[in-house]
């Protein structure tokens, strides 16, 4: 248990849904993220959130949009998507932006999406 | 970032260290180097971190070379739980992106 909370864990969705991915944290933390891994892939890092405010976007198609209502709280809302968007949707939370305090990142389980 | 380069799988025997190394040539000074393992389906755990100094924890012992271009991972007595892919990544010196290369799947064997 890291503390990184995402629901749900598995999710099969077709093209033209409309679904949310959630994530919580119970840690304290100010900042949160999300990253994408596909299969036999590096993760990918899509959003980076930092006290509600968005500071990273890596070029993410907008049919993903995040949302960050408190620090607490991160949701990947899903609006037609693709095939090749099926993947490992991670989400991570750390104390701080400032890499000089030696933060660790902390992910939770992922979330499985599936895109028929 | 400064890029890290691992070697794409490993063995090692049960009970037996396990050195993962890493290399970071380019690594500036004020970046510090991580170590997150990610075992099969879930996500990933943080394992240790350094600048300079070697470190040593409940999991792993993290050895930085002088010239701080490489590194190495140790697990002093491998199970097969260590069974993962072990991710070496130098954080940025400003923000917060931590950026993964492929790893090293490590298979510790019986």
């Known amino acids: 248990e890291t503390g990184v909370t995402q629901t749900p864990r598995h999710l099969v969705m077709g093209m033209t849904n409309k679904k949310s991915l959630k994530c919580e944290q119970h840690?304290?933390?100010?900042?949160m993220y999300w990253y994408k891994q596909s299969a036999k892939k590096p993760l990918e890092l899509m959003f980076v959130y930092n006290f509600k405010e968005q500071t990273e976007n890596n070029s993410v198609p907008s049919r993903f949009s995040p949302e960050c209502p408190n620090s607490s709280h991160l949701f990947l809302h899903l609006h037609t998507l693709q095939p090749e968007d099926s993947a490992l949707y991670l989400c991570?939370?750390?104390?701080?932006?400032?890499?000089?305090?030696?933060?660790?990142?902390?992910f939770g389980e992922g979330s499985w999406l599936t895109v028929v | 970032d400064a890029k890290t380069t691992q070697p794409t799988s490993m063995d090692c025997a049960e009970g037996r260290a396990a050195n993962l190394p890493c290399n970071h040539s380019?690594?500036?000074?004020?970046?510090?180097v991580y170590w997150y393992r990610q075992i099969h389906s879930q996500g990933p755990q943080y394992i240790i971190h350094?600048?300079?100094n070697n470190e040593t924890n409940e999991m792993a012992s993290l050895i930085i070379t002088e010239d701080r271009k490489s590194s190495t991972l140790i697990l002093p007595h491998a199970t097969l739980r260590d069974t993962a892919v072990y991710y070496c990544?130098?954080?940025?010196?400003?923000?917060?992106?931590?950026?993964f290369g492929t790893g090293t799947s490590l298979t510790v064997i019986p």
């Open positions: 990544i130098v954080a940025r010196d400003t923000g917060n992106q931590f950026y």
């Open positions: 380019t690594i500036s000074g004020n970046e510090y």
């Open positions: 991570a939370s750390s104390q701080s932006t400032n890499r000089e305090l030696k933060d660790t990142i902390y």
């Open positions: 840690l304290g933390h100010n900042a």
């Open positions: 350094g600048l300079k």
